[in-house]
Every structure is written in C-alpha cells, then in structure tokens.
C-alpha cells in the first residue's frame, strides 16, 4: 500500500507543473484553495492520515518528506498567487528550469524516488 502511495504522490506532483502552467495563463485558480496547503493533495490526506505506519512515520525519509512536501506547497502556493495577481514573469521565472518552483520539485521526487526504494 505505502509503495503505491508514494507513486501515486510522484504522478500527483509532477502534474502540478502542468497545472500552474495553466494558472499562470489563465490567471486565476480552479481550486479556491489551490495548491496551498499540503494536507489538502491526494498525497497529503494519506501522509497525515494514521494510514502510514509508525515504522514509516520515525525514518528519515519521512521527516523528509513532510519537510520537502510542506516547501513544495508553499512554493506553488508563490506561484499561484504572483499569477493570480497578474504577475506572470515572476511565476514563470519561478518555473524556469532552475526555477524556486522546479528545485523544489526535484528535490522532493528525488526524496520521494528513494523512499518508495525503501519501503
């Protein structure tokens, strides 16, 4: 069950690239919420549910996660508000390949790749 979590949370994330993409040309949230929060993704509802094992819950590529997961919210959420506001370059900058945006996700895939190895 965890393994499939895990790929479930790579799919998931990967595909918030697209979706702030097409926040930043549409210039406004489908989701009132967005991608601000990290309980509120498919990912997060499971991580901080008592459905991950206490075995889990103490490895260091849990404490990781939550911390990288926590980061690659609050960078979306960067994202989704600079192109709420209109602010496009900013949000696509933060896209760019070396981007805020795109460190963090690599970071946490990378993480997230090396748990599911684990588990």
């Known amino acids: ?14 595909m918030y690239k697209f979706k702030l993409n097409d ?19 498919q990912f997060g509802k499971w991580f901080y549910d008592s459905a991950v094992s206490s075995r889990h819950r103490s490895s260091y590529f849990y404490k990781q996660v939550k911390q990288l997961h926590g980061e690659f919210h609050q960078i979306a959420c960067k994202v989704a508000g600079l192109a709420v ?9 933060m896209m760019d390949y070396d981007g805020e945006f795109q460190q963090a996700s690599n970071k946490l895939m990378e993480t997230l790749i090396r748990w599911r190895e684990m588990v």
């Open 1 to 14: 069950m965890e393994k499939q979590e895990i790929n479930n949370a790579i799919t998931e994330h990967a």
């Open 23 to 41: 926040l930043i040309c549409k210039g406004q949230l489908e989701d009132h919420k967005g991608p601000c929060t990290e309980t509120d993704c």
């Open 85 to 93: 506001e209109g602010n496009t370059d900013e949000a696509r900058k």
